[in-house]
């Protein structure tokens, strides 16, 4: 016996059965019969069809018609890197904690795919809009200012654009990383960054020189610049420029770098620490099969998702204009897979490390 699903009530069949125009319906329904001058009987006429065809509303497209969806948009670059995947995870929480549902999507660091993205978005009725901004994306930022669309920045920021963002306080974090391999004795040190004109890889880029002027070995400045569209082929060029040149540790600006650039590191059978060290960015799970420590300059992901939130709430709230730019601090992380000085293997976090 098969069952057949039962066919859900629709305003047009509580019409039908009363004898009215869906529109008079409607007008019940959302207690406008005074406004539209709907008889007492013929309202309690619709309210008892109502009841006995056990009509549900459709509760979105009643928040639709009052201007109100309790939805918002999430773009990030990525949602496959683990680092904008549990930032996703972090938004999707508490934007249910304040009632609202989050839609995500992915723009491959490409502005045409954002603005196309964010086009569709606004067509499903969100409120709002979280954004990783991609290089070029400056003019579709501006849009939706001229549109009063609120919106909060994440991860980075555009320069010249007041907008709302939270970030880490990326050329601090640029300045820490370095500093914590100089402090380790090392004086020749790289930083591998993506060949992009983003504001968290300028901060990063930023520090590590600045760390390096400051502690007088702005000689050994070694910046590789690696290509995001083509990884594997431009961090193994990379890497052979970073062993020629003999250098002793990397700063490796994002996850996905340190995963690329340890790939290489393996191929070569360098070893870790004791032929070149490594600090990452963010980290994740997979480094946790990585038989070497490892150093990472971690963000707060949970705070800067929370304040992303509420921030934009805020602004979603009628006659609300918050402008708010936050820059967060990051703190130093240690994979350590062996025991070293009687201390057992795992993560060691060096809650707000500072030189």
Known sequence: MTLQKKKKTSIKDIARE?????????????????????????????????????????????????????????????????????????????????????????????????????????????????????EGSEKTIKALDIKHIPYVLLDRYIPGIRS???????????????????????????????????????????????????????????????????????????????????CEAIVCATNSITVCCLREIQKRGIRVPEDICIMGFDGGNEFDFYNSPLAFMTQPNEMIARRAVEILIENIAPGNSMNCQIEAEGDISIYNPLKINGIGGGRIELKNFRI
């Not at 509303?57 to 680092?83: C, M, Q, W």
């Not at 045409?112 to 086009?119: C, N, R, T, Y």
């Not at 709002?128 to 991609?134: D, E, H, S, T, Y």
């Not at 004086?187 to 880029?205: A, F, P, Q, T």
């Open 18 to 134: 009363v004898g009215a125009s869906p529109a008079l319906v409607s007008f019940v329904l959302n207690g406008k019969q005074k406004q539209y001058r709907v008889s007492d009987e013929m309202s309690e006429k619709i309210l008892e069809a109502v009841k006995r065809l056990d009509y549900k509303p459709n509760g979105f497209a009643k928040a639709l018609r009052e201007g109100s969806s309790h939805t918002i948009g999430v773009i990030v670059s990525d949602i496959s890197n683990p680092f904008f995947s549990n930032m996703v995870k972090s938004i999707e929480t508490v934007a249910e904690e304040h009632g609202y549902m989050a839609l995500f999507a992915s723009s491959d660091e490409k502005a045409d795919k954002l603005a196309s993205l964010i086009d569709r978005m606004l067509g499903k009725e969100v409120e709002g809009l979280i954004l990783v901004p991609c």
């Open 164 to 246: 709302n963002y939270v970030c880490l306080d990326n050329a601090k974090a640029g300045y820490e990383a370095t500093e914590w391999l100089l402090r380790k004795k090392h004086k020749k040190i790289s930083l591998v960054c993506y060949d992009l004109e983003l504001s968290n890889m300028k901060g990063r880029i930023e520090g590590y020189r600045k760390a390096m002027e400051d502690n007088g070995v702005a000689e050994f400045i070694h910046i590789e610049y690696v290509d995001i569209e083509k990884m594997e082929k431009s961090c193994a060029t990379a890497m052979d420029r970073i062993t020629a040149a003999g």
